[in-house]
C-alpha cells in the first residue's frame, strides 16, 4: 500500500537551533514529493517539492528537504528556527502517473521556543 | 490561501440536515479537490474533478456529494449519511495537467463543520 510516515507527532527546538522534520514514503515507481506547513485554523501552504535532479530541494521561508532514495526518506530541515515557524507540517507524496492524487502523512507539530 | 476562497469559515449542522460548503477559485484551475482533516490523521481525498461536468470519488465519499457546472466552483455538500461529519474541510486546485509532474495543490483556507 501506498502511504507516507511522519513518525514524530511533535518536534521541540530552541530558537535559532536548526530543525528536521521527518518524513518516509513507500509508493510504487518515481515519488513526487511536497511539503505543506498549516497555521491554526487555516489552510496549507506549499512549502516544497522534489520532482527529479538535485536531491537538496530548497523551498520558502529558509526551508530545504533532502530526497534520499535508498533510506526513502524527504526530511525537511531549516538551518536556523525562528519561533513565528511554529505549525503543523505535512508531508505527502504522488505516485508517478494517474492523475494528481496526493497522499498525506499525519502531519508532525514543530514547536519552536525563545 | 491567495485565489481559493471557502466560505463559510465556520458551519454548524443539525441532525438530519444537508449542508454545502463552497469553494471557489480564480487561478484559471482545471483540477479541483476536496479534503477532509481530522486530528492526527492528515487529510483524506473525499471527491475531485479534473475538469468542469465531471468528478470522481476519492477515499472517503460516502455520505457526501459535489457538483461542477462551472470551472471556478466545486461545491460540496455533506448529507444526513455521513454519519461523524465534524471535521476541518479544506478545497484545492491545480492546473490539472495530467501526468505533469510539477503539478502543486494550492489549499483554500478552510470550513471548520460543527454538528449542534
Known amino acids: 500500500a501506498q502511504s507516507v510516515a511522519q513518525p514524530e507527532d511533535q518536534v521541540n527546538v530552541a530558537e535559532g537551533n536548526p530543525l528536521t522534520v521527518k518524513c518516509t514514503y513507500s509508493?510504487?515507481?518515481?515519488?513526487?514529493l511536497f511539503w505543506y506547513v498549516q497555521y491554526p485554523n487555516r489552510g496549507l501552504q506549499f512549502l516544497l517539492k522534489?520532482?527529479?535532479?538535485?536531491?537538496l530541494v530548497k523551498g520558502s521561508y529558509g526551508f530545504e528537504a533532502e530526497f534520499n532514495k535508498s533510506q526513502t526518506s524527504f526530511h525537511l530541515k531549516k538551518p536556523s528556527a525562528l519561533v513565528s515557524d511554529s505549525a503543523l507540517y505535512f508531508c505527502?507524496?504522488?505516485?508517478?502517473?494517474?492523475?494528481?492524487?496526493?497522499?498525506f502523512g499525519a502531519g508532525t507539530r514543530l514547536a519552536v521556543h525563545p | 490561501d491567495g485565489g481559493i476562497t471557502q466560505s463559510p469559515k465556520y458551519l454548524f449542522r443539525k441532525e438530519g440536515q444537508n449542508v454545502t460548503l463552497s469553494c471557489e477559485q480564480n487561478?484559471?484551475?482545471?483540477?479541483m479537490y476536496w479534503y477532509r482533516q481530522d486530528p492526527g490523521q492528515g487529510l483524506r481525498l473525499i471527491y475531485y474533478?479534473?475538469?468542469?461536468?465531471?468528478?470522481q470519488k476519492g477515499d472517503i465519499a460516502e455520505g457526501y456529494s459535489v457538483s461542477r457546472e462551472k470551472k471556478e466552483s466545486f461545491p460540496l455538500t455533506v448529507t444526513s449519511a455521513q454519519k461523524n461529519p465534524t471535521a476541518f474541510y479544506l478545497c484545492?486546485?491545480?492546473?490539472?495537467?495530467?501526468?505533469?509532474?510539477?503539478?502543486?495543490?494550492?489549499f483554500g483556507p478552510g470550513t471548520r463543520l460543527l454538528v449542534l
Open positions: 484545492a486546485s491545480s492546473t490539472g495537467l495530467a501526468g505533469v509532474p510539477e503539478e502543486t495543490q494550492y
Open positions: 474533478s479534473q475538469i468542469v461536468n465531471d468528478f
Open positions: 522534489y520532482i527529479t535532479g538535485d536531491n
Open positions: 509508493v510504487s515507481g518515481n515519488p513526487y
Open positions: 487561478l484559471n484551475h482545471d483540477a
Open positions: 505527502a507524496v504522488r505516485p508517478s502517473g494517474g492523475y494528481n492524487k496526493l497522499i
